[in-house]
Each structure stands twice: as structure tokens, then as C-alpha cells.
């Protein structure tokens, strides 16, 4: 049962374009989200994170908006920049989890400079 | 400060053995987590401990077991593996565990392979 969902595989951009990387999730009971980055023969790399009290959270380039009424998630990098180029995971935990983490299957950037 | 390190980085094991991956996490951190990560899919959780007592686990089967120890730190075990336990297995620390919603920091991961 998957309750985190990544539905693009891989995405490319323009260097210095946006780079829209899109989740979404089932568990209504989820109330933490985050995004990971990353790159090859290495763990994942906190990026980002939101709680369910806002819609939106700001971090340089990176942005995460949070839609709670349609349980959708999306990661913004502006602008774009080949160091970027990884797989990003999105994940979903919350107190009636556990603190649990679900994530997603991951969606592979490539930054084209 | 230092990461989330774990131990081995590689290890390869031929079916029915048993092994054993260790974790340290960043200091000041009660909490540790195990995930099993296969090739195109994300990390799956398999365990949770917080204050040396488990808090969660997974839907993975009596051969995988852990513990945590007085420092923090812990360990895995998977007994009787499988060619389908080859994986790559990430250990992430947190403050709070199951106390509360935390942003968990991975290790470096450890690359079992059963042949």
C-alpha cells in the first residue's frame, strides 16, 4: 500500500529554468512532510521540510507548497543548477504513524546546463 | 559535529548466512530508524527505536531484528538471508522519535548483497 506516490520518474531542465517536482499522499493522518535529495552510493540529504499547519515553506532556492485538501505536495528549485541533478524523495510521517516515514519512489532530476 | 555513520559501507553474504550492520547516530540523538532501500524503489521502514525500545517496526518478517544500545548507537540483524534481502540499508538518527514529528538524517548506507 503505498501511501506516498511520486508519479514523475525523472524530469529534466534548463539550467536556471524552475524544476517542479510533484508528490502526493493518502494518509490524511500525515502531518510533517519532507523532501530528500539524493545522489548516487550516498543516504539521503534533508532538504527541506513543511508541517500541515502552513502551506508553504521557503529555504533559497528551494521551496515546498502544501495542498492539504487535495494531499499534494510539489518542490520548487529556482533557478535550477546542474549540481542539482539527483533523485529527489518526498516522505510523509506523523504523530498517528509514529513518526513513521513513508516515502515516495523518487523522481530523477537532471539539471541540462 | 560528525553525521549519521553506519558500518560496513559493503558487505556480501551468500544465502542462509547472517548479518549484522551497526549505526551510530549524530550526537545527541536518542532516536534511531533502519530502512531497506531496492533498486528504483524508496527507503521502506523496517524499524524504529527510541531510548533502547523498539517504537515501530515494519512489515518485514522475524529474520530482521535490532537493538539499541546505552550510547545510542544500534544495530540490524537479518538471519536466514535472502537473495531478495540484497539491498542497500540506511540508518537515520533523530531528537524526538516517536515523541513528536522530526526531521530524520541518513547515514551513508550500507550495500548488502546476497549472492
Known amino acids: 500500500d503505498q501511501q506516498v506516490k511520486q508519479n514523475s520518474p525523472s524530469l529534466s531542465v534548463q539550467e536556471g529554468r524552475i524544476s517542479i517536482l510533484n508528490c502526493d499522499y493518502t494518509?490524511?493522518?500525515?502531518?510533517?512532510f519532507l523532501w530528500y535529495k539524493k545522489y548516487p552510493a550516498e543516504g539521503p540529504t534533508f532538504l527541506i521540510s513543511?508541517?500541515?499547519?502552513?502551506d508553504k515553506n521557503e529555504d533559497g532556492r528551494f521551496t515546498v507548497f502544501l495542498n492539504k485538501s487535495a494531499k499534494h505536495l510539489s518542490l520548487h528549485i529556482v533557478p535550477s543548477q546542474p549540481g542539482d541533478s539527483a533523485v529527489y524523495f518526498c516522505a510523509a510521517t506523523g504523530r498517528a504513524s509514529g513518526n513513521q516515514f513513508y516515502f515516495g519512489t523518487g523522481t530523477s532530476l537532471t539539471v541540462i546546463p | 559535529d560528525a553525521g549519521v555513520t553506519q558500518s560496513p559501507t559493503h558487505l556480501i553474504k551468500t544465502r542462509g548466512q547472517q548479518v549484522t550492520l551497526r549505526c551510530s547516530p549524530i550526537s545527541g540523538h536518542k532516536s534511531v530508524s533502519w530502512y531497506q532501500q531496492v533498486l528504483g524503489q524508496g527507503p521502506q521502514f523496517i524499524f524504529q527505536?527510541?531510548?533502547?525500545?523498539?517504537?515501530g517496526r515494519g512489515n518485514f518478517p522475524d529474520r530482521f531484528s535490532a537493538r539499541q544500545f546505552p550510547n545510542y548507537s544500534s544495530e540490524l540483524n537479518v538471519n536466514a538471508l535472502l537473495l531478495g534481502d540484497s539491498a542497500l540499508y540506511l540508518c537515520?538518527?533523530?531528537?524526538?522519535?516517536?515523541?513528536?514529528?522530526?526531521?530524520?538524517?541518513f547515514g551513508p548506507g550500507t550495500r548488502l548483497t546476497v549472492l
Open positions: 537515520a538518527s533523530s531528537s524526538r522519535g516517536a515523541q513528536g514529528t522530526d526531521t530524520q538524517y
Open positions: 513543511i508541517s500541515s499547519i502552513k
Open positions: 527505536y527510541y531510548e533502547k525500545e523498539e517504537r
Open positions: 494518509n490524511s493522518m500525515f502531518d510533517y
